[in-house]
């Protein structure tokens, strides 16, 4: 049974409170001699050096929940939101990315798929993203982040599109972050923050139709119960034909409610609980084309109508997701606090898809001669399975502050324990049609299929991960410091099938994954640093994503598998301006990625050998933003991003060596912009913006075979609010570009909609 060996597994969950105690004595005496101060000429912000032992005075508790400056929207001042990583944007030394609660409010964004189109540098594969089989997998910089979804700092278990009706802000940290998270994370992590209760009494409800069509209600309510304690429900209802796509179609609906006990003192604790309903079209959208040039290029761009797909009535992905979260705080002092975030997660999923096939020569030239061939579904055509599994995760910690050893010192550390077991038992298909043709595709099985699942398609896996790791930053002089940090893990990951065919077994790795940089602060607006991170991915971290019922990405009994690796060097500043109003950043980067394994073009089943196979590449950059208030009432949220990414290794196909690597736009831009007009233009707020979206064309495949055309969306917003009632106009790609939301290798691409408006009501109160 799924949660057979449940109590056993939470022994180290409910361990980690007590290892979090053994912590905080090695780390107290750094906060027993601590003194902030203020330097005169330097950061202003930075403690001194040097602080005599002797000269440290005891500072109250911080208050949590405390009056806080008027938000202007510059990213660098925005909290990471993760109690084991800096306090701020702009303290920690690499890029981050953050897509605010406004942007995503003023876009009306539903998915979190849509809130990174925000991020530069950001790519889906087909087959992972819009309810594939992996659900929403992003790639950061070409490198993929299956399985490196969090939220609030906690491992995101199970595989699902993710709607942000109760998201607050989302962050991306890019690069290897194996120091912050762990075994995992090669290309970076992306973190959903969620809404909390607060303190202000809050209703509001808004109701959106728009393009497709698509019918959209939330529900966000806040409700003070006493002056420390208080109550928060946001619910949802999404009903979506997905606009030029035939027959997809996008139902989602759930809640979330958060109790937020112990607000504005120094002892805080959220517990919340939020379920997702999700029921959809996996759409794998249209074969490429090979054209006379000898490139492959999605079918529209040879006169295919965007809209066509070859999904099914049968095709489904119907998925149900609990999680209950809960996050505690407790501040000493100013220069010291504990932390202890838990996590308890229990997903389902019924999966059925129909993939188009790459075409053969003699179809593809039929095509190209304006003919109707016939096309057959590849190995993920008619693929399908049930999966349920459970994962559990707690991060326990302490931060603290002060002299020691004639340095002022700033240390977090801590113990992250977490597990999960996944089953999957594969469909197999009776009286299915595996072809039709290319311009008219049937949308319905014959009448007498029908699935069955037998025994042999079961396979279950699990993980468990133990994880010690710590922080410090310690003060040279006022204005330079040095950061550096170790985690080390031990990771064993299991894996066995009901097929006697396939053979099972387990892996057991134990990993470091260090982080160090170097940081200057001439003044306390500006920040200049140099970093170095790597992360490991050992075999089978992502158990819930894997994409059959086979032994890919799975420990194999007699063969023993080391882990991939990625590292990090980046160079990079941060700076605010005209009184922390608008907030700029930059980097240069390169990443490395070696010892990788290889993915089956055809199937996307990750292959035997992380030494024996795979690409390794290397990925070289720059990346700038500006966020913030320009003056008052224009804000403007920008990034751009360029991308150099070349194979530099393959052990399977030494011809791509040279290559550039896959899934890497060079050229990758974000702008959004909005002037709200003061009370003297009409009564209330009236604001208009816009923006552009835009990533040039890129390569699917390390061969260089088959090429992505260039995204750009040019969106825009109208809003006017007046007393308790608001309303909201939104136009999405105006100028009717084709785009494509996803590419998966040489085979296919998934088309985007083309120019669509979406209609927004709402009442606050």
Known sequence: MLQSNVPD???????????????????STLATVAEAQTAGSGTGTAPA????????????PVRVGADRPADTGNVNAKPTGISRLPDTVKDTPRVVNVVPEEIIEQQRATTLEQVLRNVPGITISSGEGNGGQNGDQFRIRGLTARGDIYTDGLKDF??????????????????????????????????QGTKKAGLEKRYNVEQSVGSGPVYRTTVDVNQPINETTALRFNGLYHDQDVADRDEVEAKRKGFAADLGVGLGTPTTWHLNYSYLNGEKTPDMGQPMIRGRDGILRPAPEFGLDRSTSYVRNLDRDDTDNHIVTSTLAHEVSKNLSFYNDSRYSHYERDFVSTAPAALTAAANTAFLNGGNPVISYGAGGGMAFKQKGWGVQNVAGVKAEGNFLGLYHKVNGGLDLNYQKDERRGGTWVNRTNTQTIRNPSHSYPANAFLTYPATGLREASVANTGLFITDRVWLLDQLSVQGGLRWDYFRTTFKSADPAVVGGNETTRTLSPSASLIYEPTKDVSLYFSYARSNKPIGVDIAAQVTNGTSETPRAGRDFDPEKTDLYEIGGKADFFAGRLGVNGALFQIEKSNTYAVDPATGTITDGFSEAGLG??????????????VEGWSVYASYAYLDGEVKESRTNPAVVGNEAPNVPKHNASLWTTYEFGAGFVPGKFL?????QYASEYWADSANTARVPETVSLDSVVSYEINNLSLALNAYNLTDHRNYASA??????????????????????
């Open 49 to 60: 050096p040097g602080a005599a032992a002797g000269d440290a005075t005891v500072l109250d």
């Open 9 to 27: 597994r939470l022994r180290p969950i409910i361990a980690g409170a007590a290892a979090t105690a053994g912590l905080a004595m090695s780390f």
């Open 688 to 692: 208009v913006g816009g923006g552009i």
């Open 744 to 765: 998966f290798n040489a085979t296919r691409a998934v088309p985007a909609s083309g120019r669509t408006f979406m209609l927004t009501a709402g009442v606050t109160f």
């Open 158 to 191: 199970g595989v699902y599109t993710h709607d942000v009706f109760n998201t607050e802000s989302v962050q991306v940290f890019k690069g290897p972050s194996g120091n912050g998270f762990g075994v995992g994370n090669s290309g970076g992590v992306i973190n």
């Open 617 to 630: 590449t290397r990925i070289r950059g720059f990346e700038a933003g500006v966020s913030g208030k320009v």
